[in-house]
């Protein structure tokens, strides 16, 4: 199985929302429909939620970042539907910046 992680930008101002699009494959490559993708972001914001991909096996998740720094986003996808992370539930992260003015790049 493999998940695999894209955001709407690599950085954002304070205040802006970020959007996270979850890919969920088998093994074979072909996309998973209905397996529900677990999303936790640490750092800087904090956030979280569940969402299930519908039937192009993607979906997407939201939030918005109030303060300057750094978040990690975190996602794994549930294969088996017992809603607990297991050894072949794939994962991935990806990392968002956020600063309080578009002055300066990273």
Request: one cysteine or more; aromatic letters at 6%; hydrophobic letters at 35%.
């Amino acid at each position: 199985y493999n998940l695999t992680l894209a955001t709407s930008g690599a950085s954002a101002a304070v205040n802006s929302t970020q959007t996270i699009t979850a890919t969920v494959k088998d093994s074979d490559g072909n996309l998973m429909n209905n397996v529900a993708v677990h999303f936790k972001v640490t750092g800087a914001n904090v956030a979280n939620g569940v969402v299930s991909p519908g039937s192009n096996g993607k979906t997407t998740f939201s939030y918005t970042g109030a303060h300057a720094g750094v978040d990690t986003v975190s996602a794994w996808a549930d294969i088996n539907g017992n809603t607990t992370q297991d050894s072949n539930d794939p994962s991935a992260s990806t990392t968002i910046r956020s600063w309080k003015e578009r002055c300066c790049s990273w």
